[in-house]
């Protein structure tokens, strides 16, 4: 079964996993020996997170968990207007298992509650794009590297 629970200080090594499989095609293109990948990746994530906590410090920022196993995480924040998908982050044997999509519409489902709508920033080369589409979400403007999404009830 799916769950989320809060993030906390002893899941740092974990979360760290996660960023760091996110980034692993890119990281692979530099030909860095483990330990330049290890440091540039630590200085990432630190920044990333920086980032996230403070621009949302109201934000959710969960372990997502099958059956107890930590299998990524799942960000958001709850807006006046919308829902914001801060983050969603799958650890690769967990990908494209359907477990993405039940996250955001579970998002989904509490937005159109509240009669909200749900916004998210997705990376111009990420795949998961396609999930994102067939949730219905809808191109709501340019961001530089990433596009903004939406979705309204």
Do not use: K
């Given at each position: 079964m799916l769950s989320l629970r809060p993030g906390q200080p002893q899941d740092e090594a974990f979360l760290?996993?996660?960023y760091a499989s996110t980034r692993a095609g890119e990281i692979?293109?530099?030909?860095?020996?483990?330990?330049q990948a290890e440091i540039f990746l630590r200085m990432q994530y630190d920044a990333q997170d920086r980032h996230f906590r403070g621009h949302y410090p109201h934000g959710r920022f969960d372990i997502v968990e099958l059956d107890g196993t930590p299998i990524g995480r799942f960000y958001v924040a709850?807006?006046?207007e919308a829902f914001h998908?801060?983050?969603?982050?799958l650890l690769p044997p967990?990908?494209?298992?359907?477990?993405?999509?039940e996250l955001l519409r579970s998002v989904q489902q509490q937005a159109a509650r509240d009669g909200?709508?749900?916004?998210?920033?997705?990376?111009?080369?990420n795949p998961a794009q396609r999930l994102?589409?067939?949730l219905g979400f809808q191109d709501a403007g340019d961001a530089g590297l990433y596009?903004?999404?939406e979705w309204r009830p």
């Open positions: 760290r996993s996660v692979s293109l530099f030909g860095w020996h483990s330990s709850q807006q006046p998908v801060i983050d969603i982050a967990w990908q494209g298992r359907g477990y993405g999509a909200l709508h749900v916004s998210l920033h997705v990376d111009r080369s994102y589409a067939r596009r903004l999404l």
